[in-house]
């Protein structure tokens, strides 16, 4: 019997091994966080004002990524309201609004150009979006920069900023910065 139990443990420990050795090379990439809109459009050295910044729910992004290599695809959901009398474009905006924006990215992971840490990611980003704020809605070319920090082999923190650049410059969200922290997961 204790030959059975011996057994039993060493193939269930193999289980969770495996499980882990395959989250661990899984291609898909799920995030949670939030994001932060500046979308003030001044010169005036007020680029980390956060009073003049519209900061989203802890839970105002989701993504889900696809990365077979250095090369990768990731679709994202953004949440946020922008309050009245900030900063939109230069001018105070009227009254409160909200934006909810979906983004398809392309990104390059360049950080093995670099190092050979598997902690570390760095990508460049470039895709388009649609976002409707106060009932319109707005097309945006996408750049920036993700990085990305692994906790364990599955588990870790991203950091990313995209600049994006309205289709449309009558939109009152046509140009603006979203910067994105996210728990992300390995699946």
Known sequence: MKKIILLATF??????????????NSKWIF?????IIDNTSTLNNQFFNLNQMNVGNIVSHISVEYQPGNWGVAMEANYNKLEGNTL??????????????FDVNGKYYFDS????????DAALVGGVGVN???????????????LQYWFKT??????QTLGKFGFDQQNP???????TAALIVRL
């Open 11 to 24: 193939c269930f420990s193999f289980i969770g091994l495996q499980a882990q050795e395959d989250s661990a």
């Open 31 to 35: 995030g949670v966080g939030m994001n």
């Open 88 to 101: 939109q474009n230069g001018n105070l905006l009227a009254r409160d609004g909200y934006m909810i924006g």
């Open 113 to 120: 150009l670099f190092t050979d840490s598997t902690k570390f």
């Open 132 to 146: 409707k704020f106060l009932g319109e809605f707005s097309g945006t070319a996408n750049v920036g920069l993700s």
């Open 154 to 159: 599955n588990v870790g923190l991203r950091l």
């Open 173 to 179: 969200l046509n140009n603006h910065i979203q910067h």
